[in-house]
């Protein structure tokens, strides 16, 4: 499987992990998200947020959280983070 990271990510996620088997990662601009599967690119969408980011998001940064979210909603996207970070 291939997955495009955008060009502008300032902290990459590294597949290195044995899950990853298989993964090949390449770089490209996206006009949505950060990541997405190669030839999926209008369709699939993953944002990858800090929990600081996050926050921001949702509180001082609403406004363009929202218009974002309306964007990524006509393709679909996933907000993803681990349960614990939240709790």
């Given amino acids: 499987m291939k997955i495009v990271r955008d060009s502008r990510e300032q902290s990459p996620f590294h597949f290195?992990?044995?899950?990853?088997?298989?993964?090949?990662?390449?770089?490209?601009t996206l006009t949505?998200?950060?990541?997405?599967?190669?030839?999926?690119?209008?369709?699939?969408?993953?944002?990858?947020k800090s929990l600081a980011d996050f926050i921001g998001s949702i509180s001082t940064g609403r406004e363009?959280?929202?218009?974002?979210?309306?964007?990524?909603?006509?393709?679909?996207?996933?907000?993803?983070?681990s349960r614990g970070s939240l709790l």
């Fill in 16 to 28: 290195e992990d044995a899950r990853f088997d298989g993964v090949e990662v390449i770089e490209g």
């Fill in 32 to 48: 949505t998200g950060d990541y997405s599967i190669a030839g999926l690119e209008s369709r699939v969408a993953v944002e990858r």
């Fill in 64 to 81: 363009r959280f929202e218009r974002e979210v309306d964007q990524g909603a006509r393709i679909g996207r996933l907000h993803g983070g």
